[in-house]
């Protein structure tokens, strides 16, 4: 079993920056990829950016790229990865949610991922 917290949500201005965390605690050995995706109220929840843990590959959603990035840590119990998020713009307000993949095949869609957090809401002022 995986337990995701994640962290460092918040209130900002347009054009301004947060980094967020998610912990992963447990089995994390059984993870081979974290996503961070979004979700406002009546949408889907949207992937924005996928780590793959051992090679620490990359993938962004095109409406990310180039302002957000994800990194992790060096450790594996608890994994911390990291949201950087800078140039925040109002349709980025949403809460935030970490997800886990077993197999680090996942790239950006939710139904792939079997590990959730709780979330964290964000929220860009223009």
């Known amino acids: 079993e995986v337990r995701l917290v994640e962290s460092g949500g918040g209130l900002v201005q347009a054009g301004g920056s947060l980094r967020l965390s998610c912990a992963a605690h447990?089995?994390?050995?059984?993870?081979?990829?974290i996503g961070w995706f979004r979700q406002v109220p009546g949408r889907d929840r949207e992937g924005i950016a996928t780590i793959t843990l051992s090679t620490l590959t990359t993938i962004y959603a095109d409406s990310v790229k180039g302002r957000f990035t994800i990194s992790r840590d060096d450790a594996w119990n608890p994994v911390t990865v990291y949201l950087q998020m800078d140039n925040l713009e109002p349709e980025d307000t949403a809460v935030y949610y970490c997800?886990?993949?077993?197999?680090?095949?996942?790239?950006?869609?939710?139904?792939?991922?079997?590990?959730w957090g709780q979330g964290t809401q964000v929220t860009v002022s223009s």
């Open positions: 997800g886990a993949d077993k197999w680090g095949f996942a790239q950006l869609s939710a139904p792939d991922f079997h590990y």
């Open positions: 447990g089995f994390t050995f059984d993870v081979g990829a």
